[in-house]
């Protein structure tokens, strides 16, 4: 069995521990396109998280004083419909929001951290839909306070204050860490999904176009840096762990008296039948490691 280390990359409240959770319920359920043949060592991070799913609510933040081994799933995969086909072990270490956002504001992760990054060779970078923690627009006061900053220290406003990180700058930090450091497994680019969470909150009028256009439109900056970059592959998921918000009463009712397997979904852009939304929230993990499970 081969071994596989994917990162998980996101800033606070961007849905990367509400994603595990419901991917670990996922895996064990055998019905999604991922499997897991057998246990995990430690699953206490996910386990948590999991309850809090079923009992009709989000998990809450990661701690931020974690090491990277407190927060990693090391969990074996394989795909369902080839039941002697490849495992890979994948290790998917889970960056505190907090962590991330302290490494934006000094320009670099600490040491274990890094090491984390160096080892992994596909990663995740999560955005959250109309979450409290962004901070959006980027105005022309922001990107004057940022295109002045040299980047030591954190930036500073015209009161000594210090500067909000616009969400779009965040990412793209992010993207840059990730591009300098992912393994490059044979000469191939190493592989990002993009999952833009709360997938189900984005309006009706905007949910047709897709994750793609969505981003486009929330966040052109980190967009055109997706698109103009040639050193990673890169695809756009829109995620719903659960389908639904948990602060809908009605919503939750529902959840609770129906079918786990049934909730959540992920938005994918099909070349020939357009945005499609599948219920199988493992298909981004089965994205980057697929190469891996077929041989390819």
Wanted: glycine letters at 8%.
């Amino acid at each position: 069995m081969s071994e596989h280390s994917i990162v998980l990359v996101g800033g606070p409240d961007s849905g990367k521990t509400n994603y595990m959770s419901r991917l670990w319920l996922a895996l064990n359920s055998k019905k999604a396109t991922l499997v897991a043949p057998k246990n995990p060592v430690n699953i206490k991070y996910v386990e948590g998280g999991a309850e809090h799913i079923l009992g009709g609510a989000f998990a809450p933040r990661s701690d931020t004083n974690s090491l990277p081994s407190d927060l990693t799933l090391d969990i074996p995969i394989r795909l369902a419909s080839d039941p002697d086909g490849n495992e890979v072990l994948i290790s998917v270490p889970d960056v505190s929001g907090e962590l991330w956002k302290e490494a934006i504001a000094r320009g670099d992760v600490t040491r274990e951290w890094m090491e984390t990054l160096q080892q992994a060779s596909g990663a995740l970078l999560f955005v959250r839909v109309l979450s409290e923690a962004n901070v959006t627009p980027l105005d022309w006061v922001n990107a004057a306070e940022y295109l002045s900053w040299a980047g030591e220290g954190r930036p500073k406003n015209e009161h000594g204050e210090d500067v909000l990180i616009p969400t779009q700058v965040a990412l793209c930090e992010m993207f840059r860490f990730l591009d300098e450091t992912l393994l490059r497994i044979d000469g191939k680019p190493p592989k990002v999904a993009v999952l833009i969470t709360a997938w189900d909150r984005v309006d009706g009028h905007r949910r047709p176009k897709g994750p793609s256009a969505y981003l486009k439109e929330e966040y052109p900056l980190f967009a055109g840096r997706v698109a103009d970059c040639n050193s990673l592959d890169v695809r756009i998921f829109g995620v719903s762990v659960v389908g639904g918000d948990f602060e809908d009463p009605e919503f939750t009712a529902r959840f609770q008296e129906g079918d786990i397997d049934e909730m959540g979904y992920v938005a994918v852009t099909d070349p020939e039948n357009g945005i499609l939304e599948i219920r199988d929230v493992t298909l981004p993990i089965a994205w980057v490691v697929g190469p891996l499970l077929t041989d390819e």
